[in-house]
């Protein structure tokens, strides 16, 4: 064989082997072959394109901009077109002065045009314009803090997936050391160094942390099917690991107190909630004041058989005031009723007042204990590593015995399942802290 045979079958033989190697990869794991994998700021831009509670709340902003069309719509006058036809039973005529005169015809028709306005002396349809522009407002911070707190719901779901990913490596990890105790115990055993009960009990252990790892890994299929519902996902997907997002460094609790009561767009709703109650009394009180209607029209008639004194056609103009003195009590009980509305949109305002300093105070002390308990737990696991070590060591040359092992073992895995926990919620409680002070969409938005 020469040196170009060679090469050539090397090259054929490294071809088979990478088609093979892609074969088994799409056989083995399939679902991750195709996976797409998405960042937070990915989630964020997936959920505000399709998902459903926020394309209600912008249903809920189109209808109030309908509804503004419908008042501006009352001040403008109607101009409507007309016809009618009445066919009469039986024709009736009499004679007066030798002539003769049709009393009822065979039948008539009508036509013509008409243009009509009504408006109260109250103005109670520019109130009415008023109301329905407020709403409008009201309704765009709507959206806003359903978005914010859509968002949340997304990011909460997205760190529950970190979370979960987490538990399971640490699960699995748990597992191999387990696993490794009971290759030891069982060594041990053969040479005659311990009793059949270490064996049982690294048995037990390991039956225990398998049992742990499918649990960890089920809680992970979950959390990804829960963040693909709220964020609208269809297949398989994976997240990446997102960076430290810095809070609002430097700011103490009364400054973000401050800044909730001006930023978060619910208590901006409320406040317009105020003025359109306020504004809903002066509507309802406009019911005291008499209408007024204006009404014009063209009228073209005919009749068969025409009366001598039939006109064809007439064109008039009309001018009402209607003020209806007794209506049963139905004004003063809705004036009583738009008063009371009046004085739950106050108190609901102070309410909301109220939760939103809880709130901030509950996600400040949150982001603070998160970010204390993080250096503590942090040494915590090195010194749980650093034990566990040692212990399983001393076990392999005679000096621990299995419950030591197995002790330094759980306090290893409780203190990394604890720092994961505190790492995520610290991530968490930092964009909690914007959400009630009003500024996470904004953050999301610059980014």
């Not at 407002?137 to 990011?155: F, G, I, N, P, Q």
């Amino acid at each position: 064989m020469n040196v170009t045979v060679i090469y050539n079958m090397r090259f054929k033989v490294m071809i088979y082997a990478l088609i093979a190697f892609i074969f088994s990869a799409g056989v083995v794991a399939p679902e991750n072959l195709f996976a797409e994998e998405y960042s937070l700021e990915d989630m964020y831009r997936i959920a505000l394109e399709r998902a459903e509670r926020i394309k209600i709340s912008e249903e809920d902003l189109y209808i109030a901009e309908r509804e503004k069309e419908k008042a501006v719509s009352v001040l403008f006058p109607r101009l409507s077109a007309f016809w009618d036809y009445t066919k009469f039973s039986e024709e009736k005529s009499a004679t007066f002065a030798e002539r003769f005169i049709t009393l009822q015809p065979d039948y008539s028709t009508s036509w013509g045009l008409k243009l009509d306005q009504s408006m109260s002396l109250s103005g109670r349809e520019i109130t009415a314009l008023k109301i329905s522009k407020e709403n409008i407002k009201r309704s765009e911070y709507d959206l806003y803090a359903v978005t914010e707190e859509y968002l949340l719901s997304v990011a909460s779901a997205y760190y529950d997936i970190l979370r979960a990913k987490r538990a399971f490596e640490i699960a699995k990890a748990n597992a191999e050391r387990l696993t490794k105790h009971r290759d030891a115990a069982t060594t041990r055993l053969k040479v005659g160094e311990v009793t059949k009960t270490d064996l049982l009990r690294a048995e037990a252990e390991l039956s225990g942390a398998k049992s742990d790892m499918v649990r960890a890994e089920n809680s992970l299929k979950l959390a990804k099917a829960i963040l693909a519902r709220i964020a609208g996902l269809t297949g398989d997907y994976e997240i990446k690991e997102p960076g430290v997002t810095e809070p609002l460094e430097g700011y103490v609790l009364p400054y973000l107190k401050e800044k909730a009561l001006s930023e978060r767009a619910e208590l901006k709703s409320m406040n317009l909630q105020k003025k359109i109650a306020e504004d809903q009394v002066k509507y309802t009180k406009g019911a005291y004041w008499p209408d007024i209607s204006i009404e014009g029209a063209y009228v073209g008639r005919d009749e068969d058989p025409a009366s001598p004194f039939f006109l064809k056609e007439a064109i008039y103009g009309k001018l009402m005031l209607n003020f209806p003195f007794f209506e049963g009590g139905l004004r003063r009980a809705e004036v009583n009723e738009a008063k009371a509305r009046q004085r739950q949109a106050g108190l609901s305002y102070e309410d909301l007042i109220k939760t939103i300093n809880i709130e901030v105070e509950n996600a400040y002390l949150e982001f603070q204990t998160q970010k204390m308990v993080i250096k503590s737990i942090e040494d915590e696991v090195t010194f749980a590593r650093d034990n566990y070590n040692a212990v399983s060591k001393q076990y392999e040359f005679g000096l621990a015995n299995s419950i030591d092992v197995i002790d330094a073992n759980t306090l290893l895995l409780t203190s990394e399942r604890q720092l994961s926990d505190a790492g995520y919620f610290y991530q968490l409680s930092i964009l909690r802290l914007k959400r009630v002070t009003g500024t996470l969409l904004k953050t999301v938005m610059s980014e």
